[in-house]
């Protein structure tokens, strides 16, 4: 069964809602998800576009979506200069605790982006853009490609216990990443003869938030009230990793997501393979390490200048003199 558009009106009429195709060959840029590492995914898109490949294609599940989202919309550049401002005390401030629904609500971090970047709607792109979600009550799989961007974006970004669903277009909406995690088969829908997909579950993630990073976030809560270090203090219960014979909540949701989704995207590859697999070196970064956007775009370099040759094989690019 073919997963179905947001509009329900069959890829007929996504086809006449998109953008158009350019001439061959089109080269489609799957994003997938990873939470943290989906830094990666801007240094991926940055060392692309200094290789002189823009792909016309763009399809993101989860932080992919998120990436892919700002890039179509023309600021990747503002993305990549904000994220490496970003430490422990600022990621903190951005997470709306709720315990309703997923540990956060995530409205402060995606009011940030609609307030920063630009939210146009998805048929007045330059590029042709998906974003994959997971509908929660049918288990479907849901191609976005109509609507404001952003708003499309935040669909795909319900991680389960970490970020609450998402209600769009009266569905609610869970992480993409639980049906698609490296959408190869939504690039090719969408016209792409090339595909390059970012897969950023290979190395499995072993902890949520880095023992450092928790270290640092303490530092800050000291600053704060008796009643406001409760309850950092609470959060730091659930945040902070277990061990072999005690894993914490979220040592539990971590894991069982990471697997899931590694397993999937081993699956949903063999049976759609990219002619391009860049797998970013990001083996001991957290699941919440949003603080470490460098390492995270330098890792998304390497990891296509590694593959240059081939890349540049396939979109027929030559090497700059």
Known sequence: ??????????????????????????????????????????????????MGIHPQVVAGTSVGALVGAIYVSGEIKKLADWVQTLNVREVVRLLDITFTG??????????????????????????????????MHTGREIWLTEGPVLSAARASCALPGVFAPVKHDGRWMLDGGLVNPVPVSVCRALGADVVIAVNLNAQLVGAHFS?????????????????ERGFWQKMAGYLSSGDRENPGFFDVVAAS????????????????PSEVTLVPHLEDFALMDFHRAGE??????????????LIRAWTHTKASA
């Open 211 to 227: 023992r450092a990073g928790l270290a640092e976030a303490e530092e800050v809560e000291k600053t704060k009230s008796v009643a």
């Open 296 to 309: 995270a775009i330098e890792a998304g370099r390497a990891a296509v200048r590694a593959q240059a040759p």
């Open 102 to 135: 997923g540990m956060m609500r995530g409205e402060k971090l995606f009011g940030y982006f609609e307030q920063h970047h630009s939210n146009r709607d998805i048929r007045k792109l330059k590029q042709r853009f998906a974003s994959v979600a997971t509908e």
């Open 1 to 50: 069964m073919k997963p179905a558009s947001s509009s329900r009106k069959g890829k007929k009429k996504a086809d006449e809602t998109l953008a158009p195709l350019p001439a061959n060959p089109v080269v489609g840029l799957a994003l997938g998800s990873g939470s943290a590492r989906g830094w990666a995914h801007i240094g991926v898109i940055l060392e692309l576009e200094e």
């Open 257 to 272: 997501v990471n697997i899931l989704q590694d397993r999937l995207t081993r699956s949903r590859m063999a049976g759609d």
